[in-house]
């Protein structure tokens, strides 16, 4: 089974600074889909950035990349020039390309933008 | 509709009660998907739907929960004598197609509090 795995709880960040968030995960499928999302306390899920196992290249949105290492299993968020409405939870998941495409959500990073 | 919306967006249930949490998909969309989110924790994936058909309920917690989707729109995800440890936000979110890696798009959530 997939598991995904978010070890930093809280973490924050000055606002214009850069912060790293980890994900590591586990399958022993080939090919997926990595996903960012975050959750302001409306709990709504807003899609950050995705990343298919199968490019190579990193995906960028913005402010937002991802350091995407296959062989690690490890999928980090970057977001550069912090702003304050970045401040939510940001939960990092997995999709299978095989069965329902139901996603695999890590435990969630609280991220805190200081003015 | 603009997005997926969820009614009601609060519940308070006493212990016993039988709740129905209604989910109104983006117009046209294949994919329903339920998922259940307790505090603290990331999104747990209920059941999915492709159109009317029910694929995949592997994620329901037990033989209280029950979804539908009959006209292959709206859902209701039911649960019969509640508990409290079904305490926890409701997630509906639904994508155009059943294919994967379309973007799935989440409404703002049920709340669900069992007292």
């Known amino acids: 089974a997939q598991t995904v795995t978010q070890s930093q709880p809280e973490m924050s960040v000055q606002e214009a600074e850069t912060v790293t968030l980890s994900c590591t995960y586990d399958?022993?499928?080939?090919?997926?889909?990595l996903f960012w999302y975050k959750q302001p306390p409306s709990r709504q899920m807003i899609l950050v950035i995705r990343?298919?196992?199968?490019?190579?290249q990193n995906a960028t949105e913005n402010r937002f990349s991802v350091n995407f290492q296959k062989a690690a299993k490890s999928f980090s968020l970057k977001i550069s020039d912090s702003q304050l409405g970045d401040t939510a939870m940001y939960f990092c998941?997995?999709?299978?390309?095989?069965?329902?495409?139901?996603?695999?959500f890590g435990t969630g990073t609280r991220l805190k933008v200081l003015a | 509709g603009a997005g997926v919306s969820q009614s009601p967006r609060y519940k308070v249930a006493k212990r016993g009660q039988d709740v129905a949490l209604r989910c109104d998909p983006i117009?046209?969309?294949?994919?329903l998907f339920w998922y259940q989110q307790a505090l603290g924790q990331g999104p747990e994936f209920l059941t999915y739907?492709?159109?009317?058909?029910?694929?995949?309920k592997s994620g329901l917690p037990s033989d209280r929960f029950f979804a539908e989707r009959p006209e292959g729109s709206v859902s209701t995800l039911k649960i019969q004598r509640t508990q409290q440890e079904d305490s926890a936000v409701y997630l509906c979110?639904?994508?155009?197609?059943?294919?994967?890696?379309?973007?799935?798009?989440f409404g703002e959530g049920s709340w669900l509090t069992v007292v």
């Open positions: 739907f492709q159109n009317e058909a029910q694929l995949d």
């Open positions: 399958t022993s499928e080939s090919n997926y889909y």
């Open positions: 998941a997995f999709m299978s390309t095989s069965g329902t495409y139901k996603y695999i």
């Open positions: 990343q298919e196992a199968y490019k190579q």
């Open positions: 979110a639904s994508s155009q197609t059943g294919s994967s890696g379309n973007t799935i798009y």
């Open positions: 117009s046209g969309h294949v994919s």
